[in-house]
């Protein structure tokens, strides 16, 4: 039964900055985070977050969202190869990291397993914000870990001041062969705008350390394009966007073999394809571009953006926002030609927050966010019901300022009904999320943050239905139907320092997590490299600590320290599967004049030998990477030139958040070339 914690209802938070003198001032830029429902700065948010925005995304932009977040203070990933890496926060990923189009949810089937793509383009990306522990305030009972939000431009907010301005950027490496290219441009005159931008992609198997191999399906090529269009006033603005992502990639350690049931048990055939990645085999043929006879994902979705922003849109309210997304998603693996699964997904997802003008000192902000997802999961022989999950939810914000401090509170509430087809029951849930803190700001440079939060999160319908083998993640898969909530309560504790010439910031929580969701090893192995696992309940606890220190020595040279360790167990002290491992390292930043810049970071990502009932033990690695940047301008354009190296060690190295870690070596050596026009 679930326990419940009165005096956890309503959560208390502060953040104390002590007074002193004034330090000099050296601040790093950074823009509000539009993810939180008051747009705030990094240190003035009443939990932990990240920004990546302008030269910093552009150098360690990747193939997929997870490995580009990956290395950020709490942030990992949980790769299945070149084309599929969805972010891992504090040790939580699938459905509990919700990833966000600026503000809406990017409606994929990323959340059902590892080897299914996140549907959205880092390399489109304007700013990517990281809203660290539960966010299930605004965004709902599946951002019990946090949230990723990705801010684009595909729906115009302003007119270009000269008529039009767009970027050009080309990029290769060495490790895959990879070409990419990346292109978008916004014109507009008067109060209308319009912008076109794309991407593509072509990459092949990627490089392994220590053999002169590849690793065997691990290509991965991308389109994608949106067209969008914006009225824009002295008020705000109301835009609309089409947009379309196809991905094409090899699915690593894939094995499809015939799996029968045999009363609670089941058998599968030794028989099917089954390589052994790990040696670097080359395929036989690779067919037209890429493919033969390794299965792979061949993955399309249709996403409409509206967007809007109205100042003073009613008496008492100073702005209103609006995102509404649809989303028509389907990806097909594949092999010999065959589609073994389908995964097809039609949903939609709406928010409106109306910010109210102060009443009695309070300012804030209240919501409605409406969400509806049909979905299903198509083989030949054991398919997933199809299920229509419906969610609803009212939510509010409220801040209030009182000298040098600012108050926050908040509470949400949430209805989801899930029905599925032919006999299988439906499920009913609600979730209620609770959130307070408090920021005081009377000395410019430290602040000390506690918080405590209260959040639930409500099953899916994979973890309440899903039934049967899934060859891409060698699983066989069962169902629940009893789950019901998790209960999330929250503690953190932030220091941070962000003015002069050494800053940082510091965090430790600890998330208790009451009927905690997990699929469990039932220590079955039917055959076929196969395992079963089944979604249970148990109460758990992750804890654990993370931060960064920047020193700027000179005006030219500054140095980082940077680290963080999760630990996850269960009620009974046994560890929670696929949490990753501690990770500590240095980052050196030199600047060569006013157009050079120059970084070369290495980390020690440690041993993980505290692991879960059937899962392996995981060596730790070195990993030592190198940037260089070089900026100008021509004619009336700037443009920028880089080289970055990552795993100069070339060192063999696996991520113990993956599903096939075991069978899977992260790419070795790589050199990667770009050159970025803006205009």
């Not at 028509?328 to 709406?350: C, L, T």
Request: charged share 25%.
């Amino acid at each position: 039964m679930s326990r419940s914690y009165p005096w956890m209802a309503l959560a208390i938070g502060f953040v104390w900055m002590p007074a002193g003198t004034a330090a000099e001032r050296i601040e790093l830029e950074t823009s509000l985070i539009s993810a939180s429902a008051l747009p705030r700065k990094n240190h003035d948010m009443t939990h932990s977050s990240e920004v990546l925005e302008g030269d910093t995304l552009i150098q360690r932009r990747a193939a997929t969202l997870g490995e580009t977040l990956d290395g950020v203070p709490g942030m990992h990933a949980a790769s299945f190869g070149a084309g599929a890496s969805r972010p891992v926060i504090r040790g939580l990923d699938g459905g509990r990291v919700k990833v966000l189009s600026d503000g809406v949810d990017v409606m994929d089937a990323s959340t059902v397993s590892q080897d299914h793509a996140v549907g959205v383009e880092p390399f489109l990306a304007e700013r990517i914000e990281v809203l660290k522990g539960p966010a299930t305030l605004l965004y709902g009972g599946g951002a019990i870990g946090g949230v990723v939000n990705v801010v684009d431009k595909k729906v115009p907010t302003h007119v270009p001041e000269k008529g039009y301005e767009g970027e050009l950027e080309m990029r290769a490496n060495s490790v895959a062969n990879e070409g990419a290219g990346v292109f978008g441009l916004t014109a507009g005159t008067g109060h209308f705008a319009v912008r076109v931008e794309g991407v593509k992609r072509q990459a092949d198997e990627y490089e392994i350390p220590g053999a002169a191999g590849k690793q065997v399906g691990s290509y991965n090529d991308t389109d994608s394009y949106s067209l969008g269009g914006s009225f824009v006033g002295a008020r705000g603005y109301l835009g609309l966007a089409y947009g379309r992502q196809q991905n094409r990639y090899g699915l690593l350690a894939h094995a499809h073999v015939d799996c029968d049931p045999h009363g609670n048990h089941w058998h599968c055939g030794e028989h099917g394809h089954d390589h052994d990645h790990d040696h670097g085999h080359e395929e036989e043929e690779h067919g037209h571009e890429h493919g033969g006879t390794v299965p792979y994902i061949s993955m399309q979705q249709d996403r409409w953006d509206l967007r809007g922003e109205l100042t003073d849109p009613l008496p008492g309210f100073e702005l209103a926002r609006l995102r509404v997304g649809y989303s028509d998603y389907r990806h097909a693996e594949i092999e010999a030609g065959e589609k073994m699964a389908v995964f097809a997904s039609e949903a939609h997802d709406a928010r409106l927050e109306l910010t109210h003008q102060p009443l009695l000192g309070w300012h804030g902000v209240l919501g409605a966010q409406t969400s509806e997802r049909d979905f299903a999961r198509l083989t030949s022989e054991y398919p997933m019901p199809q299920t229509l999950t419906r969610n609803h939810a009212l939510f509010l914000l409220e801040e209030y300022t009182a000298g040098a401090w600012r108050y926050e509170l908040g509470a949400r509430h949430e209805w989801q009904t899930i029905d599925a087809v032919a006999s299988y029951v439906g499920t009913d849930h609600v979730g209620r999320s609770f959130s307070a803190g408090a920021v005081w700001t009377f000395a410019p440079a430290y602040s000390l943050g506690f918080s405590l939060s209260r959040a639930q999160r409500l099953p899916t319908a994979e973890e309440l239905y899903a039934y049967g083998p899934h060859p891409a993640s060698r699983t066989i898969e069962r169902g629940n139907l009893a789950l019901r909530e998790e209960t999330s309560h929250n503690a953190e504790v932030t220091l941070r320092k962000f003015v002069g010439p050494t800053t940082f910031t510091f965090s430790a929580f600890r998330n208790q997590v009451d009927d905690f969701i997990y699929a469990a090893d039932l220590g079955r192995h039917p055959g076929g490299g196969y395992r079963e696992v089944e979604y249970r309940q148990e109460d758990a606890v992750l804890s654990g600590v993370e931060g960064e220190v920047r020193h700027q020595f000179t005006e030219s040279f500054a140095a980082t320290l940077f680290g963080d360790r999760v630990r996850g167990e269960l009620k009974d002290g046994d560890a929670l599967p696929r949490i990753p491992a501690g990770r500590l390292g240095v980052r050196l930043e030199q600047s060569f004049g006013a157009s050079v810049e120059g970084q070369l970071e290495f980390y020690r990502m440690q041993r993980q030998d505290d692991i879960a009932d059937f899962e392996t033990e995981t060596a730790g690695y070195n990993r030592l990477g190198a940037s260089l940047g070089y900026h100008g301008t021509l004619s009336q354009a700037d443009y920028q030139l880089y080289l970055k190296a990552d795993n100069l060690l070339d060192a063999k190295a696996r991520e113990h958040s993956s599903l096939i870690k075991d069978e899977v070596l992260l790419a070795g050596r790589n050199l990667t070339l770009g050159a970025r026009l803006t205009f």
